[in-house]
């Protein structure tokens, strides 16, 4: 029997304490009058691995604060399976992720604009972008000097990046400064949300400072169970907390910000959805729309190579002894090497110079996936090696989460069909084989030992394709299942707000119209700065076009 909430009411309801879930709870209380409940189904974000930036590798060895999904077995991957990493705590992803900070090209705004997403071009969500962010070099036309999020360069400190420059030279691939800035294409420093040596995360930037407000309520261990109803009106939410169900009001609105796949749970489960879907559960359909379709995600595929001489200054900083000072100097001061992620560069290209975009992102790692601590005499030093993954950035094949039964805590169903389209296939041998050309360029010599993933003797376009079947990944960025616009293939519209449905906004990577050139979590964050206002009633920032 569900026990109402003790709490009058609220003005606003937000399922989800992620990137969008923490960057709304904090704007829409700044206004004293505004009242907010955010609920997360993780608990609160203490665990140091959070914070200290190099702690992302046991958090994704050991799968802390993860929902834990798994993909359906996909049958162009030869029958794999992948775990797909979505962040259970707060700040969601944004708390676990590699922090890359990326925004993507400004041509990508620009197609969701012109394809329905009015409002939404590179000149309307720059100043958002800005708004977010406080990037270490100041203000600029592309850049903002003073918000909550922290913005740096990568720190590493390797020379094999700068030898990747110089084999992007030698390739005439092109480099730029600033990925983030007026050269989006390019081999480049990476970019990390880390601020004064910590991560910067949605919960960090946003949730921490706004938690004293007295019109702010937020309930971990919360999981949501459905929308409360009042005929195609959203009133409320229904959810699980400390062993009891509980009921809370919004006068205002519902927004869920549960992610790409927990949002279109909560919206079938409470009757939004595809007709024919919900009717296989017995759920009566309030609105017929297509919530769980258009799920994508960023396909990667990965070299490896030893490296035998001029081994990475990482290694040693993995000794035992040094990395346990370094871990304790950074959780309390914010820096020495526990304050920096080991990857330092990224690179995003166009296959073909009629390409509107990037469709290509190299991802560059300077130590081996068996980097672990050693120390003398009790565990051997690994054997030194560095890595690059070719992805790509806009595939063509679709996917669908849909339900597996009615239990608001039964996982979704991951159909992501990665590969049904065969030109996705074709583009990443093609990203593959130009990986290998760059790698073999003679600028990585002096760090180049053997190739040890596919193996030298893996060189025809079907050898190729096996490995790709085989071995294929994402970058993390599953997106897409409720987009924003206003053709039948849209869930919401341009602002956010479900169709057909009263009272009832989605701001998060769900609602993406399709993938940008880039890693998604600052474009969820500028998506949430920007919803805010909307929400407000405020009146949009002003447009900038720097083209």
Known sequence: MAVKDAAKGYDYIIVGAGSAGCTLAARLTEDPAVSVLLLEAGGRDWDPLIHIPIGVGKIHQHKLHDWGYMSEPNEAMNGRRLHIKRGKVLGGSSSVNIMAYTRGHPGDYDRWSRNGATGWSHAEVLPYFKRCETWEKGASAWRGGDGPVGTQHAKTIDPIFEAWIEAAHAKGLPVTDDYNGPQPVGFSKGQYTIRNGRRSSSANAFLKPARGRANLTVHTRAHASRILMNGTTATGIEYFRLGKSVTAMADQEVILSGGVFNTPQLLMLSGIGPAAHLKEFGIDCLSDLPVGKNLQDHLVVSNFWTRPTNPSRFRDELR?????????????????????????????????????????????????????????????????????????????????????????????????????????????????????????????????????????????????????????????????????????????????????????????GSALPDLTSAHINSTILMMAEKASDMIRGREALPAENVN
């Open 320 to 508: 035992f002894d040094r990395l346990a000072v370094s871990m304790v100097r950074a959780y309390l001061f914010g820096t020495g090497p526990a304050s920096v992620v080991p990857g330092g560069m990224h690179a995003f290209l166009k296959s073909s110079p009629d390409q509107e975009v990037a469709d290509l992102e190299f991802l560059f790692r300077g130590a081996p996936l068996d980097a672990n601590p050693w120390f003398p005499g009790i565990k051997k030093k690994y054997e030194d090696g560095f890595a690059i993954r070719a992805g790509i950035v806009h595939p063509k094949s679709r996917g669908e989460a849909r339900l597996r039964s009615t239990d608001p805590c039964d996982p979704m169903v991951l159909d992501f069909r990665f590969l049904s389209n065969n030109d996705d296939l074709v583009l990443l041998r093609e990203a593959f084989k130009l990986v290998r050309e760059c790698a073999n360029e003679q600028a990585l010599a002096p760090y180049r030992g053997v190739e040890l993933t596919p193996g030298a003797d893996i060189q025809t376009d079907d050898q190729i394709d096996e490995y790709v079947r085989n071995t294929l990944g994402t970058i993390e960025h599953p997106a897409c299942t409720c987009p924003m616009g206003t053709g039948p293939e849209c869930v919401l519209d341009p602002d956010m707000k479900v169709r057909g449905i009263e009272k009832l906004r989605v701001v998060d």
